[in-house]
């Protein structure tokens, strides 16, 4: 029977927390069932509906999921590798789902390129199908957009609860993460370790702001 990976991100443009790359995997003949359940892009889901969704997702198929902590992000960041560190991620999912294919939402401007490095960095033989918003036109592809945003959310969630207060989306555009960042950088930067991406630009910003202040006091 053949079995289909689809692959999606969710926290690519993020300040604060992980990027979760998503899959899931289904046999051929039940993908049908997907938009029986109402799978579409997650973007285009109200954050009840996709729970609602992602919790009957294992009847139908198997869930997958890596999570790429703001510290792995970094580095990769600063040598202009976030897209090869993407692709190793996805392809870390085709290695342990073995699927006959796979069918990926390219982060690379170049689809084609980033299926091929997919494909190349997993190691397997079956193809990558790699396009721009193939989470909006493949129900494999939007249920793994499912199960990248719901985990991705839950993982938000439980930074806030561990921070102790609101910290909003994670999002640079989201005031209540701005708000957040700006407080705990001029009081306590040092809880911000693991948490921000030291390489995104509105850190740039707030280290230049504070010349006191270095990397260092993101250090883990």
């Not at 993020?14 to 109402?38: I, K």
């Not at 561990?162 to 930067?189: M, Q």
């Amino acid at each position: 029977m053949d079995r289909i990976l689809g692959i999606d991100e969710a926290g690519r443009g993020s300040w604060l927390g992980p990027l979760v790359v998503g899959g899931f995997l289904v046999a051929a003949d039940r993908v049908p069932l997907l938009r029986e359940l109402g799978v579409k892009d997650s973007k285009a889901l109200a954050p009840r509906r996709r729970e609602a969704i992602y919790e009957k997702l294992a009847e139908v198929g198997t869930p997958l999921r890596v999570a790429l902590a703001p510290d792995q992000i970094d580095p990769r960041v600063a040598r202009n590798e976030l897209n090869r560190l993407e692709a190793e991620a996805f392809a870390s999912l085709v290695r342990a789902a073995r699927p006959t294919e796979t069918r990926v939402d390219a982060c690379d401007v170049d689809a084609r390129r980033f299926g091929r490095t997919v494909r190349r960095l997993s190691g397997r033989e079956g193809p990558v199908r790699s396009r721009h918003k193939m989470d909006r036109d493949d129900p494999v592809v939007a249920a793994a957009s499912i199960v990248a945003k719901v985990e991705r959310d839950r993982a938000l969630g439980d930074l806030a609860r561990r921070l102790g207060e609101p910290i909003g989306s994670g999002y640079p555009s989201d005031p209540r993460t701005v708000r957040f960042v700006r407080a705990r950088w001029a009081l306590d930067p040092g809880s911000l370790a693991g948490v921000l991406r030291r390489s995104w630009a509105p850190s740039q910003r707030l280290i230049l702001a504070r010349p006191d202040r270095t990397l260092d006091d993101f250090a883990p």
